[in-house]
């Protein structure tokens, strides 16, 4: 989705509204696709006294998988994003001024680059999950962990000692 802004660029007041999905299911996060439902870009490039500003936000639920537990959960992400427009750099460039090609910006590729950029690094079923136990790798959530309990060596004296 390329958006052409020539129309507002020299009208205060002017608004482009837009709403489309865009597929980032062949996005790769170590080896993990977590997008695998569309992602919505619902935004609007907007002239705010001459001032050319886009703004859109990022939704969909991703398929994420827990970094603790291993196990797959539904993640919902919304990702808000919103920078200035301009057809050339004035001298002390500023990071959130996009530049528009030939009046026109490509939203698609803003977009993923915003998905890719904002992946959560740490994904976690639930904030207190418990994750797998490191002996008997059973998941804590829902089990107890099986291990056997260590026996404190002067107990299993004493033990042995009443055994007698
Ligand atoms: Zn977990
Ligand atoms: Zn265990």
Redesign the pocket.
């Known amino acids: 989705m390329v958006l052409d802004v020539k129309r507002i660029i020299n009208t205060p007041g002017g608004r482009i509204p837009f709403d489309f999905t865009e597929d980032f299911s062949d996005v790769d996060f170590g080896g993990v696709c977590p997008a695998v439902r569309p992602v919505s870009v619902v935004g609007q490039a907007e002239n705010i006294a001459g001032m050319l500003r886009l703004q859109f936000d990022l939704t969909t639920t991703l398929s994420a998988v827990c970094d603790r537990c291993g196990a797959p959960f539904d993640l919902p992400y919304k990702v808000p994003f919103e920078c200035l427009l301009a057809e050339e750099l004035e001298e002390n460039d500023n990071d959130d001024i996009l530049l528009l090609d030939n009046g026109t910006v490509d939203l698609s590729e803003l977009a993923r680059e915003t998905f890719i950029l904002n992946m959560p690094s740490k994904t976690l079923c639930r904030e207190d999950c418990r994750g797998l ?6 998941n804590l959530n829902y089990e107890k ?3 056997k309990k260590e026996v404190d060596p002067r107990l299993a004296a004493l033990a042995k000692l009443l055994e007698q």
Do not use: H
């Open positions: 136990c490191s002996g008997c790798g059973v962990c099986r291990c």
